[in-house]
């Protein structure tokens, strides 16, 4: 029998925001192997799948990798429908690619399903544009922690001029600021923390950058969260109207 796995972006939060792609290939499915941060309201397009929990989150005990790549493998061979379901898009901080290379090298066909990502929805539901004409013209995804725990290149980022939306950034918020600030940024700088993004909890803490410590605080500021660190982030919070507010 023929050995596939898809690995599949279920999005933020939202199961509304499923693509009719990543439905597609759940409706196929066999074995769901999920990660933690998935709602399992998705699961709904996959009754009959075996669901096996492969939770993987930042500062929790987490599945090692090596046995997920396993468990993938062994389910593959036996020539059912795997979907490897990932919060978010499987290759914006999610392993995809990583995934894909370990199996294509073991003989095993991959389909890759784009998932919308939490920083765009969160911002979104914020009426936050992370780009805007005249005022950002890019964008720059990045993650806090690093593989090897080394340090960010600061300076570059706080004078590219685009707007930096920061994951898994909650527990190095002192090391954002700090970074950012010594970089040049301006202590004025708009952050926005957005918590739960794009679900019925989700919230917001508008801030800048030399206050966000303490309003973090104040805001009791939970994981999961990403951070828009930029000039868009002074844009309105009214849900579908982005109008930039001035100073």
Same mark, same amino acid.
């Given at each position: 029998?023929?050995?596939?796995?898809?690995?599949?972006?279920?999005? %933020?939060?939202?199961?509304? =925001?499923?693509?009719?792609?990543?439905?597609?290939?759940?409706?196929?499915?066999?074995?769901?192997?999920? #990660?933690? &941060?998935?709602?399992?309201?998705?699961?709904?397009?996959?009754?009959?799948?075996?669901?096996?929990?492969?939770?993987?989150? +930042?500062?929790? @005990?987490?599945? %090692?990798?090596?046995?997920?790549?396993?468990?993938?493998?062994?389910?593959?061979?036996?020539?059912?429908?795997?979907? @490897? /379901?990932? +919060?978010? #898009?499987?290759?914006?901080?999610? @392993?995809?690619?990583?995934?894909?290379?370990?199996?294509?090298?073991?003989?095993?066909?991959?389909?890759?399903?784009?998932?919308?990502?939490?920083?765009?929805?969160?911002?979104?539901?914020?009426?936050?544009?992370?780009?805007?004409?005249?005022? !950002?013209?890019?964008?720059? &995804?990045?993650?806090?922690?690093?593989?090897? #725990?080394?340090?960010?290149?600061?300076?570059?980022?706080?004078?590219?001029?685009?707007?930096?939306?920061?994951?898994?950034?909650?527990?190095?918020?002192?090391?954002?600021?700090?970074?950012? &600030? #010594?970089?040049?940024?301006?202590?004025?700088?708009?952050?926005?923390?957005?918590?739960?993004?794009? =679900? %019925?909890?989700?919230?917001?803490?508008?801030?800048?950058?030399?206050?966000?410590?303490?309003?973090?605080?104040?805001?009791?500021?939970?994981? %999961?969260?990403?951070?828009?660190?930029?000039?868009? !982030? @002074?844009?309105?919070?009214?849900?579908?109207?982005?109008? /930039?507010?001035?100073?």
């Amino acid at each position: 029998m023929s050995a596939k796995v898809w690995l599949v972006g279920a999005g %933020p939060g939202d199961p509304e =925001l499923l693509t009719l792609k990543a439905v597609k290939a759940l409706k196929q499915a066999e074995v769901v192997m999920i #990660d933690d &941060l998935v709602n399992p309201a998705v699961l709904e397009h996959c009754p009959s799948a075996r669901i096996v929990s492969v939770g993987k989150r +930042g500062g929790c @005990r987490s599945t %090692p990798q090596a046995f997920i790549h396993r468990l993938m493998l062994r389910y593959a061979r036996q020539g059912k429908c795997v979907v @490897r /379901l990932k +919060g978010g #898009d499987p290759c914006i901080f999610g @392993r995809g690619s990583e995934e894909a290379d370990w199996l294509v090298a073991q003989g095993i066909e991959v389909e890759l399903v784009n998932g919308i990502t939490a920083g765009l929805a969160g911002a979104t539901n914020c009426g936050i544009p992370l780009t805007l004409r005249g005022v !950002a013209r890019g964008v720059t &995804l990045l993650t806090a922690h690093t593989q090897d #725990d080394s340090s960010l290149n600061w300076q570059a980022l706080a004078q590219s001029g685009t707007t930096l939306v920061i994951y898994m950034g909650v527990a190095k918020l002192a090391d954002i600021q700090t970074g950012l &600030l #010594d970089g040049g940024m301006s202590g004025e700088m708009p952050v926005a923390m957005i918590e739960n993004a794009s =679900l %019925p909890e989700q919230r917001e803490c508008r801030s800048s950058l030399g206050a966000m410590m303490n309003d973090a605080a104040a805001f009791a500021l939970k994981s %999961p969260a990403i951070l828009v660190i930029g000039e868009v !982030a @002074r844009a309105s919070s009214e849900i579908g109207m982005p109008q /930039l507010l001035h100073a």
